[in-house]
């Protein structure tokens, strides 16, 4: 057993659906070449405190299909310390970890890439509903959060019709208008408030204005968390305005994080999983695995880190196109 290549696996940050099918397939692909699998509990923060259990491959049945991830995750405030760093590699020394494999967004791939640095074999799996992360066209998640979006949407519509009114929908993301753009088209938004792309209240109001005056039986406006205005004061405010329609507001929130996995997602994150074993099979690492065209690639987690993802602006204008 000794001498076995020992792999270590955790789940980190904001959890996002797929990321138990990722593990699953970490687990069984490094079963399948004749590792051991050590499972590090709460992220980067059972890293440091050296939360560690062995996996097997019954320790991942059933799990493909759930939401959240069976890992536990956390926000690491020790970790973001070169001290923590420093722990969680004594640690991993302490447990025999030859590699680590790390699923999380931006935030956990800046952590992966700091240890690399420090010389631990790393691989990232990004998993987050943001989408936030440079080089993946999407990340494991992130298709499961825009279905739970259009549900909730789809259903918000039926009764913002019903009342003619205008409906104001707050989606997550953080600093990122990604789930925002791709709510506005798929579920039919007269307009998008992204944190890049910033626009007035004013504007928002001259939209669901122009809906009504088209003879629009409802307004939809989807506003990203990060967009630099709340969405209750947002309502309150185009309420004011008389801009035809009357307003109502949600806040979707953690909804956004959970449920069973798409299989688009179910799909990603078994790829992910396998390719990040095949990686430390073939001796590569500090790589990202990232979804380029049809194939998962590895990307290196230095270019990850230091660049941003971009919302691209060609979607955002073609929701106000779509909604005529
Ligand atoms: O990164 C995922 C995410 O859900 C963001 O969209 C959101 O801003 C954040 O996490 C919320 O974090 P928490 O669950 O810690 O409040």
Same mark, same amino acid.
């Given at each position: 057993?000794?001498?076995?290549?020992?792999? #270590? @696996? &955790?789940?980190? !940050? =904001?959890?996002?659906?797929?990321?138990?099918?990722?593990? /699953?397939? %970490?687990?069984?692909?490094?079963?399948?070449?004749?590792?051991?699998?050590?499972?590090?509990?709460?992220?980067?923060?059972?890293?440091?405190?050296?939360?560690?259990?062995?996996?097997?491959?019954?320790?991942?049945? #059933? @799990? &493909?299909?759930? !939401? =959240?991830?069976?890992?536990?995750?956390?926000?690491?405030? /020790?970790? %973001?310390?070169?001290?923590?760093?420093?722990?969680?590699?004594?640690?991993?020394?302490?447990?025999?970890?030859?590699?680590?494999?790390?699923?999380?967004?931006?935030?956990?791939?800046?952590?992966?890439?700091?240890?690399?640095?420090?010389?631990?074999?790393?691989?990232?799996?990004?998993?987050?509903?943001?989408?936030?992360?440079?080089?993946?066209?999407?990340?494991?998640?992130?298709?499961?959060a825009m279905n739970t979006i259009m549900d909730a949407v789809d259903k918000l519509r039926d009764t913002a019709s019903s009342h003619q009114r205008a409906f104001l929908i707050e989606t997550?993301?953080?600093?990122?208008?990604?789930?925002a753009?791709m709510a506005g088209i798929i579920c039919g938004a007269e307009i998008v408030?992204?944190?890049?792309?910033?626009?007035?209240?004013?504007?928002?109001?001259?939209a669901v204005?122009?809906a009504y005056?088209r003879g629009k039986t409802h307004a939809i406006i989807i506003n990203?968390?990060?967009?630099?205005?709340?969405t209750?004061?947002?309502a309150?405010?185009i309420d004011?305005?008389?801009v035809g329609f009357k307003t109502r507001m949600t806040i979707l929130g953690?909804i956004q994080?959970?449920g069973?996995?798409?299989?688009?997602?179910?799909?990603?994150?078994?790829?992910?999983?396998?390719?990040?074993?095949?990686?430390?099979?073939?001796?590569?690492?500090?790589?990202?695995?990232?979804?380029?065209?049809?194939?998962?690639?590895?990307?290196?987690?230095?270019?990850?880190?230091?660049?941003?993802?971009?919302?691209?602006?060609?979607?955002?204008?073609?929701v106000?196109?779509l909604s005529?």
């Amino acid at each position: 057993m000794a001498d076995k290549f020992t792999v #270590g @696996i &955790l789940t980190s !940050g =904001g959890d996002a659906p797929g990321m138990n099918a990722a593990i /699953r397939a %970490v687990v069984r692909t490094a079963l399948a070449n004749n590792m051991n699998v050590i499972g590090v509990m709460h992220g980067y923060e059972g890293l440091v405190n050296g939360e560690f259990r062995p996996l097997g491959a019954r320790d991942v049945g #059933g @799990i &493909l299909q759930r !939401g =959240g991830t069976v890992l536990l995750t956390s926000r690491s405030k /020790r970790f %973001v310390e070169s001290a923590g760093q420093r722990d969680a590699i004594r640690k991993m020394n302490e447990a025999g970890m030859d590699a680590l494999i790390v699923i999380g967004g931006e935030g956990s791939m800046n952590g992966a890439y700091a240890l690399s640095q420090k010389g631990v074999k790393v691989i990232g799996i990004p998993g987050s509903i943001d989408n936030d992360i440079w080089g993946t066209n999407i990340a494991v998640g992130t298709d499961t959060a825009m279905n739970t979006i259009m549900d909730a949407v789809d259903k918000l519509r039926d009764t913002a019709s019903s009342h003619q009114r205008a409906f104001l929908i707050e989606t997550m993301g953080r600093n990122s208008g990604y789930l925002a753009v791709m709510a506005g088209i798929i579920c039919g938004a007269e307009i998008v408030l992204i944190p890049e792309h910033p626009i007035t209240v004013d504007e928002v109001a001259a939209a669901v204005e122009d809906a009504y005056q088209r003879g629009k039986t409802h307004a939809i406006i989807i506003n990203a968390e990060g967009s630099g205005i709340r969405t209750t004061e947002l309502a309150l405010r185009i309420d004011e305005m008389d801009v035809g329609f009357k307003t109502r507001m949600t806040i979707l929130g953690h909804i956004q994080r959970g449920g069973s996995p798409t299989a688009y997602d179910r799909l990603l994150a078994s790829r992910m999983g396998v390719k990040a074993v095949e990686a430390l099979v073939e001796g590569t690492h500090g790589m990202m695995t990232g979804l380029k065209g049809k194939g998962v690639e590895f990307i290196p987690l230095v270019d990850v880190v230091s660049n941003k993802r971009k919302v691209n602006m060609e979607y955002y204008h073609m929701v106000k196109v779509l909604s005529r």
